[in-house]
């Protein structure tokens, strides 16, 4: 595998603030899997897409407590109108 698929465990976790562990509690992998992965270079497919599909949930997470926080000042501003 190239080096800078590699570079996505380290990337993502320095990214997140996470320690090998704590990404590996998020997206069902040990600790060791992730440090060996690292250490040995390689990274499977499983486990770059359960990385990005990781990413994508905090995405969307993000996303709709952004909609919330819209449809709060929305239904404000409505009660002030009516």
Do not use: C, P, W
Request: aromatic fraction near 8%; avoid cysteine; charged fraction near 35%.
């Amino acid at each position: 595998m190239e080096e800078k698929e590699v570079h996505l465990v380290k990337r993502v976790s320095k990214e997140l603030g996470l320690t090998y562990r704590e990404l590996g509690e998020e997206i069902g992998y040990s600790e060791s899997s992730l440090r060996k992965t690292v250490s040995n270079n390689t990274l499977s497919s499983q486990l770059e897409t359960a990385i990005k599909l990781y990413l994508d949930n905090l995405k969307l997470k993000e996303e709709l407590n952004e909609v919330e926080d819209f449809k709060s000042t929305f239904r404000t501003f409505l009660r002030k109108l009516g």
